[in-house]
């Protein structure tokens, strides 16, 4: 089965400091991983996506994220936090049939 | 455009009630979605429709209704309100069903069962 899971609930950094938001994945198939963010009281945009090619994949905002198959991992990362990056970040597989797997998300928080 | 629409922003049903969940989108999207968002569940889909006159069943389609009667609208129907149905509720839409399109989500129905 496929699934998605983040390491961490919340992660709280501060402004200038290296964001690192974990992902791993588990899918038989080769995946398609996601990012998303939710900014308080808003819906989902995309940050940044892997399909295949380049496994490492730059996004909006300064934010990247590498694909590690043989970690299965596809973790977040900013080198340097801005307090307008506090948010809730989804990481999200792509799933047979037309579907998506979202993980259970991990708030950012930004410390002055 | 105003991309994805949804209506209303709160709700507030007693159990037992019915009520529709408005989703529209002017993008000519074919791909049209329904999430809940729970705290520490992420987003779990209900159902969704990869076109007019067609739908189908996600992870969490019991007490759900959808149909797509037209490629702009996605309504969402609570058939008997419950407590459990409490959450937030997101409608989504991307040009096709592929890995490659995008989904653009609406701003979400803040929902409440008493």
């Known amino acids: 089965a496929q699934s998605v899971t983040q390491l961490g609930s919340h992660v709280s950094v501060s402004e200038g400091a290296l964001v690192l938001l974990r992902c791993n994945y588990s899918?038989?198939?080769?995946?398609?991983l996601f990012w998303y963010v939710q900014y308080p009281n808003q819906g989902l945009q995309l940050l940044l996506k892997?399909?295949?090619?380049?496994?490492l994949v730059k996004g909006i905002n300064g934010f990247e994220a590498e694909f590690k198959k043989s970690e299965t991992s596809f973790h977040l990362t900013k080198p340097s936090a801005h307090m307008s990056d506090a948010a809730e970040y989804f990481c999200?597989?792509?799933?047979?049939?037309?579907?998506?797997?979202f993980g259970s998300g991990t708030r950012l928080s930004i410390r002055p | 455009n105003a991309g994805v629409t949804q209506t209303p922003k709160f709700q507030v049903l007693k159990t037992g009630q019915s009520m529709t969940l408005q989703c529209a989108q002017d993008?000519?999207?074919?791909?049209m979605s329904w999430y809940r968002q729970d705290p520490g569940m992420g987003l779990r889909l209900i159902h969704y429709s990869v076109g007019a006159g067609i739908t189908d069943q996600g992870e969490v389609p019991n007490g759900y209704n959808v149909s797509r009667s037209t490629t702009e609208d996605f309504p969402l129907r609570l058939l008997s309100a419950a407590p459990s149905q409490t959450s937030v509720y997101f409608c989504a839409s991307s040009y096709s069903a592929g890995v490659s399109y995008e989904q653009y989500f609406g701003p979400g129905t803040r929902l409440t069962v008493t």
């Open positions: 993008m000519n999207h074919e791909y």
């Open positions: 892997y399909t295949t090619g380049a496994t």
């Open positions: 899918s038989s198939v080769p995946p398609y």
């Open positions: 999200a597989l792509y799933s047979s049939a037309s579907k998506i797997i």
